[in-house]
């Protein structure tokens, strides 16, 4: 395989593997596999899958090929090609796991490193190798430490927590995207092998040391330097940042995927914690251990590895809905997702073709056919599987070019919803993402969609509510539906309070509304209503993270807005009153209680993502 040949003179390309692929005529293969596409779906009785993978694996063949010679020489990119050609299954799958953020081209380049040193490990862990290409192609090349890395993680696979040869690269990125030097991985793995309950290690360096030498001694910690061995960190201890560290890597290193979350606290204060995959009949993220009082989920963020940015920690439920899925689905939902796009792309091309003259995407689809064929792709791919944001993207940009309706939209967005309702918070973004295409004349639909949702997860998941009473506030702000978006926000307020769920961005944005519109009064008392909901804590050394302090902090800030600094003050010593610490972190605490305004408390802007 690999060899070309030139196409007869005068011949029909008959067989576009060999006139396109194995001759690697890229641009014009990739062109020829899309109308093959749009052909193939076009046919009487619908398309073959079967037909249809082959041309999609095709086209992406062609896309994605002329990468390995950016980065390899003449020999080594020649035989990559010939071994991934060899074998469909692991290049098929590679192919499908990228993405626009990669770099494609570094990507095979890793492949060919770990292809080249061992072919018998990248065939029994290819999940695990694509990992790999498409965490790594983002860090500074390390040839020895990228080597290092991945023989570690296969030769000591029996003494992972997770099975490495079939955990799905989705999740397998949380385990890879680590450049701790070897040695340290495998004094981890001696060390705490077997060790489930990755919080636990957490907790060690969190509680044990810090809590009693930096609050309540006085100790002062400096942050964790990037020279500092998991060893001194487990000998020496540290701040929050080390505990978090030490817990996800070491967690990595035992095979369970692991994340570093950080956020901050209503002080000001940055803080980090853990989060990391539980096994049983059905996995769950752990996203609580080291998290304060009820720091809410929305401030969350960690490092996605594929894509190499913050986003929300809700992102994470990405990979428990990779995990829920057989592989096969999950292949056939993208094909499809992606032929959808493809079939606007070729009408778009055509449409320009016949008439000479860039027009927009939406009057490509008069070209005949394609915009049916386009929908029922996509109706294909969401009715195989839903738990790939690339599959709402792709159906709301497709609303957006008008291959769906707003009432198609309004009917599709309901079944999102029911088949995610084992991921309440994708549910969420799926609804963000998607209602967000319906016009003005249908939001009243959109606001409904969002009650419905929430009374459906209302027992299921209470982060999702919040989240929910948040995206129907904002909408009705941006109409300008100013007292009904304060009420939508208070309403979900006393519920989250009861179901021990994050209720303070919804606070802060019932009062941000009525500050901005100068009603400091009503916001005063919403305040008061909601800090006689909540109960005082014992004194700690986190007192100051509780709800209540949260609370109590707010409408202190908002008496000082008042101009009742008497007040304002009396409710300062309230919370420090519940502080367990040394004099020096005590006056620390004060002076910055003290100095920080009401909008620097409010955390009422989205997520990221």
């Known amino acids: 395989a690999g060899a070309g040949r030139a196409v007869p003179q005068g011949r029909h390309e008959a067989d576009p593997w060999n006139d396109y692929v194995l001759a690697s005529r890229w641009e014009e293969g990739a062109d020829y596999f899309a109308r093959a596409m749009a052909t193939e779906c076009a046919a009487p009785g619908g398309p073959s899958f079967d037909r249809l993978a082959f041309l999609h694996y095709g086209y992406s063949v062609c896309r994605h090929f002329p990468e390995i010679s950016k980065q390899l020489d003449a020999a080594p990119a020649r035989r990559l090609k010939e071994w991934l050609l060899a074998n469909r299954q692991f290049n098929e799958a590679f192919l499908l796991a990228l993405r626009p953020s990669d770099d494609t081209a570094r990507a095979f380049e890793i492949l060919w490193l770990l292809l080249a040193d061992s072919e018998d490990m990248l065939i029994r862990f290819p999940q695990l190798a694509i990992a790999f290409a498409v965490v790594w192609d983002a860090y500074p090349s390390d040839r020895g430490l990228l ?88 000998q020496n201890g540290g701040v929050c940042h080390d ?41 769950q993220w752990d996203r609580d251990t080291g998290r304060l009082g009820n720091e809410d989920a929305l401030a969350g963020t960690v490092r996605e590895p594929h894509a190499g940015a913050r986003v929300s920690e809700h992102e994470l439920d990405f990979a428990l809905a990779a995990l829920r899925y057989p592989p096969e689905q999950r292949r056939a939902a993208r094909i499809r997702c992606d032929v959808a796009a493809i079939l606007v792309q070729v009408a778009h091309d055509s449409e320009q073709a016949s008439t000479g ?24 791919s969401l009715n195989t599987c839903v738990y790939d944001e690339l599959q709402w993207h792709t159906f709301a940009r497709l609303a957006e070019d008008g291959v769906f309706s707003p009432e198609d939209v309004m009917t599709v967005l309901p079944e999102f919803v029911r088949r995610l309702r084992s991921y309440p918070n994708l549910a969420v973004e799926a609804l963000e993402v998607v209602g967000g295409t319906l016009p003005a004349t249908h939001l009243q639909r959109r606001l409904d969609l969002y009650d419905e949702a929430a009374d459906l997860f209302e027992r299921r998941n209470s982060e999702a509510v919040v989240r929910l009473r948040l995206l129907k506030g904002r909408l009705l702000e941006s109409l300008g539906e100013y007292d009904a978006a304060v009420e939508a926000y208070s309403a979900g307020i006393p519920e989250a309070i009861y179901r021990q769920s ?29 800090l006689f909901r909540l109960t005082r804590p014992q004194a700690s050394a986190y007192a100051f993270t509780s709800s209540w302090a949260q609370v109590t902090l707010r409408l202190a800030k908002l008496h000082a807005l008042a101009g009742d600094r008497e007040t304002h003050d009396k409710l300062l010593r309230n919370i420090l009153e519940c502080q367990r610490m040394s004099d020096r972190k005590h006056a620390q605490l004060q002076q910055r209680l003290t100095g920080l305004t009401y909008q620097q408390l409010d955390r009422s802007n989205t997520s990221p993502r």
């Open 147 to 234: 080597l290092g890395s991945f023989r570690y993680f296969t030769r000591n696979a029996d003494r992972m927590e997770f099975d490495l040869s079939s955990l799905p690269h989705q999740v397998s990125k949380y385990i890879v995207d680590t450049r701790r030097p070897v040695f340290e991985r495998l004094w981890a793995l001696e060390k705490y092998g077997g060790t489930a309950d990755v919080g636990r290690l957490y907790r060690r360096i969190w509680q044990f040391q810090y809590e009693s030498r930096f609050y309540t001694d006085g100790d002062k910690l400096e942050p964790d330097q990037p020279s500092r061995t998991l060893q001194d960190i487990q």
């Open 243 to 283: 505990a978090a560290s030490f817990a996800s890597e070491v967690g990595k290193a035992m095979g369970v995927p692991s994340v570093y979350i950080g956020g901050s606290t209503p002080s000001g204060e940055e803080h980090a914690w853990v989060g990391y995959i539980r096994q049983g009949s059905t996995p």
């Open 357 to 380: 003259v860039t027009g927009t995407r939406s009057a490509a689809l008069a070209v005949p056919g394609l915009r049916d064929q386009a929908r029922r792709a996509m109706y294909g």
């Open 502 to 530: 994050t209720f303070i961005p919804l606070l802060d944005s019932a009062g941000r509304v009525l500050v901005r519109h100068g009603a400091v009064e009503d916001a005063i008392k919403l305040h008061e209503n909601t």
